[in-house]
């Protein structure tokens, strides 16, 4: 049982590599082989508009055919059984990196015989996690945001599987926040949540992750 972890924060050790962890660590006790990746770590580009995964001259039809450091990446997730995906939220949607990185993975699968439909005829089980500065008080039903989580998790279905997601809120994003120009923020408030709250996000989080690798 694979399972490949993308991390679309440009951080390592803060919000979303954090939910991310637990998440594996939960696959892991179910039995999955987890391999954790950084979508910055890699030079690549959003999808160029060559329409080679369209091309019915092109042997590896359904998938992307640009050559560039995300190939590799794109790969293992082709062969997984599940991901695990994490992103914080930047001005109202996934970071740039992991929007590109959907670009890819997405567009490719998606079928332009059939609305919606995927010429993907695997099943590759997903779930995404979320992590934003603002208080879930912020996010309201119909909004944007709500807008952009299904999108983003609807899409993932086009890859066969279940999908499934979880957001983390009024998260901390800086460790003193008397360094920053950050007014709006009570700091005393997002450390007490960064030491009540978070943790019950990430056992949120390795939760589930062991139901994902235990469905599959």
Known sequence: MQIVAINGSPRKNFNSVALLKHAAEGATSAGAEVELLHLYDYQYTGCVSCFGCKNLKNQNRGHCVVADELSPVLRKCMQADALLLASP?????????????????????????????????????????????????????????????????HRLSRLGGNTAWMASYDTYQFDNYDDYAADMFDSAGKKKRREEQFPLDCKNAFEMGHSLARNL
């Open 89 to 153: 939220i930047y001005l109202g949607n996934v970071t740039g990196m992991m929007r590109s990185f959907l670009e890819r993975l997405i567009f490719a699968v998606s079928s332009y015989d059939e609305f919606g439909g995927s010429v993907f005829d695997g099943h590759i089980s997903s779930a995404f996690f979320f992590s934003m500065n603002m208080p879930e008080t912020a996010v309201t039903r119909g909004s944007s945001w709500t807008e952009m989580v299904k999108n983003n998790v």
